[in-house]
């Protein structure tokens, strides 16, 4: 093999006016949602630990670096050989952060050369693969690009830039965005290792994954677990358990068995936060170091500490399982998944003690759901994150409180947090659409029709209406058409009337293929529509047959005492109507029944 050499290198010095291929067969990008969101929030943590209000741009410099491993590549051809998935999503990245700032009247040039250099007038992106072309392109510029006859690998790009755009956290604010592409650009670090040849490259990215380096927390756990176990039949029998249990932990997820433990760890021994943060790194390192205080001392602590693990595995499994498809008997656990609380398995794993039936240990993680949800409605109605970086400290204080609580205790303690939160359902009637706030209102909008339908004996809908991909999916219908000058008698001006066009009283769900027909329709012509059979009960009760024919509609309407009324006109005095029926069904829906003790 030839020389080979490594430099640590930032974002800035690798992307900047450079030009990489990719070997047709490496080609594919296959980051999915999970990866990109757990990039961004990885790296905008890094960065938040770091940015203090005060301070001055220059000093970013003086912020912590981020590592995200080595780069291969080859001299001929500029090939990368190991790192193109990376390079891929931060190319992204990169590209979100620059139409940020353009839509917002800012120029950043530095972002600019590290996605793409133009010569003669004809761009060429960074990562230059001509099948990824057009789709770049496209995203640089801010527009929609139309994946439906484009290859998997296109596709998949398009979906994960609107990953960044959907959920890039809004705790990064304008007023520091231009800090955090400083810091992107100039402290997130590779190791470039460069080879003479596509075959030396090869050969190095085989041996970095194939040796020593490739040693995971969890295999580095595995061993040293294993180590301390004296009897070799034992040791040979778990070590054959825990392969087959990684297995399924990362059926779905490269990194799914890393997350599960980091959870476990967190739920059921982290006793402050400085345990927490060590777990989220070295969780193997933080065992190993605590193990007196795990009461790790003999060969049967070690083997009951491992039979602990693959208990938490199954109920890990279970919880993952209610989240990625609806059952009525763990539907908070599904709700709360579509809104992408990544901390709600630390949660509901909390709770769970050594002695739990299977019995208890549902009742316990549906009670903790509940909780869960209750938490995310009264923090996002008051415009207010619950993104990861933004409530873990809150998570992890609720977390040491239910640990291993019997059913009563946790029924009292979820009681007790939540009415602290001090929740006014009233913050509804200034509750509206815009960009954090738009997949809560979509739930809201999705919670109030399934909750009317099972009310009403029709099986809910929740799923179909949150569904956020394929054929004619539901979106979000504004009630009063966007033309100002129409309502000009009826609003004081134009801030007054987007407010009340973008309240959650003003607000539908329609099929989009309805939705796009009706466009700017007036409200005479839309509430034909909102009636037909492709609508919904709550879309529909603007509309006067629905109340005819309908004895459990009716009936729903009349033991809850709810203003539903059929509106021939739409305007000022109607959305306060429909928002404080909102704030009613809202008093239903999420309430601390679920907490009170069977009498």
């Known amino acids: 093999m030839n020389e080979i050499t490594s430099t640590p290198k930032n974002l800035k010095i690798l992307l900047?006016?450079?030009?990489?291929?990719?070997?047709?067969?490496?080609?594919?990008?296959?980051?999915?949602?999970?990866?990109?969101?757990?990039?961004?929030?990885?790296?905008?943590?890094?960065?938040?630990?770091?940015?203090?209000?005060?301070?001055?741009?220059?000093?970013?410099?003086?912020?912590?670096?981020?590592?995200?491993?080595?780069?291969?590549?080859?001299k001929q051809n500029n090939a990368i050989i190991d790192g193109q998935q990376r390079f891929s999503s931060l190319t992204l990245l990169l590209m979100y952060l620059n139409n940020r700032l353009r839509q917002k009247g800012e120029g950043y040039d530095v972002l600019k050369p590290l996605i793409f250099s133009e010569k003669y007038g004809e761009k060429s992106f960074t990562i230059n693969v001509p099948e990824r072309q057009i789709c770049m392109e496209t995203i640089f510029k801010g527009d929609e690009f139309s994946a439906t006859n484009a290859e998997e690998s296109v596709k998949n790009l398009w979906e994960r830039y609107k990953d960044i755009r959907e959920n890039f956290p809004e705790s990064i604010t304008d007023e520091m965005i231009l800090y955090f592409c400083?810091?992107?650009?100039?402290?997130?670090?590779?190791?470039?290792?460069?080879?003479?040849t596509d075959q030396d490259a090869q050969k190095v990215f085989v041996t970095m994954n194939d040796r020593g380096l490739n040693l995971t927390s969890t295999e580095m756990l595995k061993g040293y677990l294993l180590s301390e176990i004296t009897d070799d039949n034992t040791r040979e029998s778990i070590n054959f358990?825990?392969?087959?249990?990684?297995?399924?932990?990362?059926?779905?997820?490269?990194?799914?068995?890393?997350?599960?433990?980091?959870?476990?760890?967190?739920?059921?021994?982290?006793?402050?936060?400085?345990?927490?943060?060590?777990?989220?790194?070295?969780?193997?390192?933080?065992?190993?170091?605590?193990?007196e205080r795990l009461k790790l001392k003999i060969s049967s602590d070690y083997e009951n500490f491992i039979e602990d693990f693959f208990r938490f595995t199954k109920i890990y499994c279970q919880i993952k399982n209610a989240e990625k498809n609806f059952d009525e008997t763990t539907k908070y656990i599904y709700y709360n998944s579509q809104l992408m609380f990544t901390l709600q398995p630390q949660l509901l794993m909390a709770s769970i003690c050594e002695d739990d039936t299977a019995d208890i240990i549902t009742k316990k993680i549906n009670l903790t759901a509940r909780f869960i949800d209750l938490l995310i409605n009264s923090?996002?109605?008051?415009?207010?994150?619950?993104?990861?970086?933004?409530?873990?400290?809150?998570?992890?204080?609720?977390?040491?409180?239910?640990?291993?609580?019997?059913?009563?205790?946790?029924?009292?303690?979820?009681k007790d947090h939540y009415e602290k939160l001090n929740y006014n359902y009233l913050v509804l009637q200034s509750f509206g659409l815009n960009s954090f706030t738009k997949k809560y209102i979509k739930n809201i909008l999705s919670r109030i029709t399934g909750f009317i339908e099972e009310q009403t004996n029709v099986n809910s809908n929740y799923v179909e209406y949150m569904k956020p991909q394929g054929k004619n999916t539901f979106q979000i219908e504004h009630i009063i058409c966007s033309d100002f000058e129409k309502f000009q008698s009826v609003?004081?001006?134009?801030?007054?009337?987007?407010?009340?066009?973008?309240?959650?009283?003003?607000?539908?769900?329609?099929?989009?293929?309805?939705?796009?027909?009706?466009?700017?329709?007036?409200?005479?012509i839309k509430r034909a529509k909102y009636g037909s059979n492709d609508g919904n009960i709550f879309t529909a009760s603007l509309v006067e047959s629905t109340y005819d024919n309908n004895p459990q509609f009716k009936k729903f309407i009349e033991e809850n005492n709810l203003p539903f009324k059929p509106y021939s006109k739409f305007g000022k005095a109607e959305i306060k109507e429909r928002i404080n029926l909102v704030i009613q069904l809202a008093k239903l829906i999420w309430n601390t029944k679920e907490f009170e003790f069977d009498e």
């Not at 790296?43 to 005060?54: A, G, V």
């Not at 220059?58 to 291969?72: A, D, H, K, P």
């Not at 207010?384 to 809150?394: D, F, G, L, M, P």
């Not at 001006?493 to 007036?522: T, V």
Request: net charge negative; no cysteine; aromatic share 12%.
């Open 379 to 414: 923090r996002v109605t008051q415009y207010r994150s619950v993104a990861q970086n933004i409530v873990k400290h809150y998570v992890f204080d609720v977390t040491l409180d239910i640990r291993r609580v019997s059913v009563d205790e946790l029924k009292n303690k979820l």
């Open 491 to 524: 609003f004081s001006g134009k801030e007054e009337f987007e407010i009340y066009r973008n309240s959650i009283g003003a607000l539908l769900l329609l099929r989009g293929s309805i939705n796009k027909s009706l466009s700017d329709k007036k409200y005479k």
């Open 16 to 74: 900047q006016n450079n030009k990489y291929t990719i070997h047709y067969y490496q080609r594919e990008y296959r980051w999915q949602a999970k990866h990109i969101n757990e990039l961004i929030e990885d790296l905008t943590s890094e960065f938040l630990n770091n940015y203090k209000p005060d301070h001055k741009r220059s000093e970013v410099e003086n912020y912590g670096t981020y590592f995200m491993g080595s780069i291969v590549i080859a």
């Open 241 to 291: 358990r825990w392969k087959e249990t990684i297995s399924d932990l990362k059926k779905d997820d490269d990194k799914g068995d890393e997350i599960f433990i980091k959870a476990w760890l967190r739920a059921q021994y982290a006793a402050d936060e400085e345990d927490s943060d060590m777990i989220g790194g070295a969780f193997h390192q933080w065992i190993r170091k605590e193990h």
């Open 182 to 196: 400083d810091w992107l650009i100039e402290k997130v670090i590779f190791v470039e290792i460069v080879a003479d």
